[in-house]
């Protein structure tokens, strides 16, 4: 997390997700959400502090997943080929009758 503005202020959210900043002065300031994996709808709010704390501040991220794929060719006749990754994750998944195979929901960071 990242205040900007009168002041500067960098913080981390608690495993529920609260953050706070302390000693501001009266100002408009940006609020920032960043986190390795994950991806937010809205990364920056403004929020205004007028002589009371301001709570509502809220961010919403999801996870990015990637997928891996590709084709095995030249494709055989009634033949379903079996493609395993390996790595920390051992997914296996079989391709197509044209050949094409696909991993889906990685994480970005993860080896598979």
């Given at each position: 997390?990242?205040?900007?503005?009168?002041?500067?202020?960098?913080?981390?959210?608690?495993?529920?997700?609260?953050?706070?900043?302390?000693?501001?002065?009266?100002?408009?300031?940006?609020?920032?959400?960043?986190?390795?994996?994950?991806?937010?709808?809205?990364?920056?709010?403004?929020?205004?502090?007028?002589?009371?704390?301001?709570?509502?501040?809220?961010?919403?991220?999801?996870?990015?997943?990637?997928?891996?794929s590709g084709t095995i060719s030249p494709v055989a006749?009634?033949?379903?080929?079996?493609?395993?990754?390996?790595?920390?994750?051992?997914?296996?998944t079989t391709a197509n009758s044209s050949g094409a195979y696909t991993f889906v929901g990685w994480r970005?960071?993860?080896?598979?």
């Amino acid at each position: 997390m990242a205040l900007s503005g009168a002041t500067s202020a960098t913080g981390t959210a608690d495993t529920l997700g609260n953050y706070t900043f302390c000693r501001t002065v009266e100002w408009v300031y940006t609020v920032t959400a960043e986190a390795y994996r994950l991806c937010f709808h809205a990364r920056n709010q403004s929020a205004t502090v007028n002589g009371a704390n301001v709570s509502g501040v809220n961010f919403t991220a999801t996870s990015q997943t990637f997928s891996i794929s590709g084709t095995i060719s030249p494709v055989a006749e009634e033949v379903e080929a079996a493609v395993t990754l390996s790595g920390a994750q051992v997914p296996a998944t079989t391709a197509n009758s044209s050949g094409a195979y696909t991993f889906v929901g990685w994480r970005a960071g993860l080896t598979p």
